[in-house]
């Protein structure tokens, strides 16, 4: 049995649906602090049976100590962590007691079972600014510029240590560039429980209507359009990659590191371009300073875990982007018929309809019913297919302000910062 921690959230669900469709079972540990329960139904639905899941945080040391003498877990996924750059900066204390303390906490527990098989979420920001693209393994670690790449880093070096003193100990430590995407049915995809920190749930967010305007942190990079360079990479080709990992370290001892990513870099101008062009749906954009932090590009050079585990990412950027627009209209039909209301008729004609109007082009339909039918006809003029997003001032939203998820209310916390 495979432990998943973090396995309800974005990257997790993922990769619990990649064990499961290799005939393993999984017991799933998450405290559901960004994620929700709907999770487990929709993991279910498309692999056919369930994952066991306990509610509970890896920085609880007895629930750790029952959970393990509960299951026969052989290997530990650790998923958990919180990942946003720049909540990080604003609240780091928060990420090194979630990021390195839960570690530790799981390290200690893992050892008193007697479980000695751990791949970690890690992540490209450890290091930091490189000055040399792409970015391999043999490159410098220990310089990042935030507090989320420091935990990142201090929790691998836990487990480099922890491998160096004891030869039972096999860790994968994998490092992720951007993943983004969805699941290719529409059903399972990042749902952020709070605002969105990272660029494509927050373009998403836009792009439905939910929010008025994309806000794009920098655009004096030394980059192709002075806006930051990422290497986005499909969650789905990265769950792959865990389960490869996985049967590289069984029966192995020591520490392996593979970066995880595509070897192309995308600036978030070519990102928001290709957004439009593949979903056909233009996305309001503003210009703000540059956010503590960042970097201005980072892309992967991927060979090491092509060569040693027979990885490669499979899928462009115009796969990721039109699977997640997908996982978004459907998430937003999906609580259509709680919010249709006389009130909120304008909304969904102007709003929602950016989801509807544009699915036949990624082949998505949703079921069509009465309620469905008064707003399938709408058609608002900025929907327009192939529209350029403006990008030279606060364009003022045409949509209204109101959420088609969760709320009918318009959101008014402070604008997130978006790489």
Not at 100 to 123: E, N, R
Not at 188 to 198: F, R, S, T, V
Not at 314 to 341: F, G, K, N, S, V
Request: charged share 20%.
């Amino acid at each position: 049995m495979i432990l998943v921690t973090g396995g309800t959230g974005y990257i997790g669900a993922q990769v619990v649906l990649q064990l499961l469709g290799h005939g393993q079972t999984v017991v799933i540990l998450d405290n559901l602090c960004n994620s929700s329960r709907t999770s487990l139904e929709r993991i279910a639905r498309l692999g056919g049976r369930r994952a066991r899941f306990v509610l509970g945080d890896v920085r609880n040391r007895a629930q750790l100590d029952a959970l393990f003498a509960d299951f026969p877990i052989t290997a530990v996924i650790h998923c958990a962590g919180l990942k946003a750059v720049g909540e990080s900066v604003r609240e780091p204390l928060r990420y090194y007691d979630s990021n390195v303390g839960g570690s530790i906490t799981l390290c200690q527990a893992m050892a008193a079972a007697g479980v000695f098989t751990l791949i970690f979420s890690s992540s490209a920001t450890v290091y930091g600014d490189s000055p040399r693209m792409p970015i391999d393994e043999r490159c410098a670690t220990g310089l990042p510029t935030n507090p989320y790449g420091f935990s990142k880093l201090m929790a691998e070096n836990v487990m480099t240590s922890l491998a160096a003193s004891d030869a039972r100990w096999s860790v994968g430590l994998l490092r992720y560039f951007n993943p983004i995407g969805a699941h290719d049915s529409g059903e399972l995809g990042e749902a952020p429980a709070q605002i969105p920190n990272n660029l494509l749930p927050y373009l998403l967010q836009v792009a439905s209507g939910q929010r008025d305007v994309l806000h794009v942190y920098g655009n004096d990079y030394a980059t192709v359009d002075g806006t930051g360079v990422r290497d986005y990479v499909h969650v789905m080709d990265l769950a792959e990659g865990h389960w490869l990992a996985l049967q590289a370290l069984m029966g192995g001892s020591g520490v392996q590191v593979w970066n995880l990513g595509t070897g192309q870099g995308y600036s978030v101008l070519q990102v928001v371009d290709a957004f439009t062009r593949t979903c056909g749906v233009s996305v309001p954009l503003v210009f703000e300073p540059r956010r503590a932090g960042d970097v201005a590009q980072c892309w992967a050079d991927p060979d090491k875990a092509r060569r040693e585990l027979g990885w490669q990412a499979r899928r462009t950027l115009d796969d990721m982007l039109r699977d997640a627009w997908r996982w978004e209209c459907r998430l937003a039909a999906q609580h259509r018929p709680i919010l249709y209301t006389p009130l909120l008729q304008g909304f969904w004609r102007d709003g929602l309809l950016r989801c509807v109007a544009h699915t036949a082009a990624i082949g998505f339909t949703t079921p069509r019913s009465a309620a469905t039918a008064r707003w399938q006809g709408c058609r608002s003029p900025s929907s327009t297919p192939g529209t350029a997003p403006g990008r030279t001032a606060a364009t003022p939203s045409p949509w209204p302000r109101w959420s088609p998820c969760r709320s009918p209310h318009r959101r008014t916390a402070p604008r997130p910062p978006v790489v």
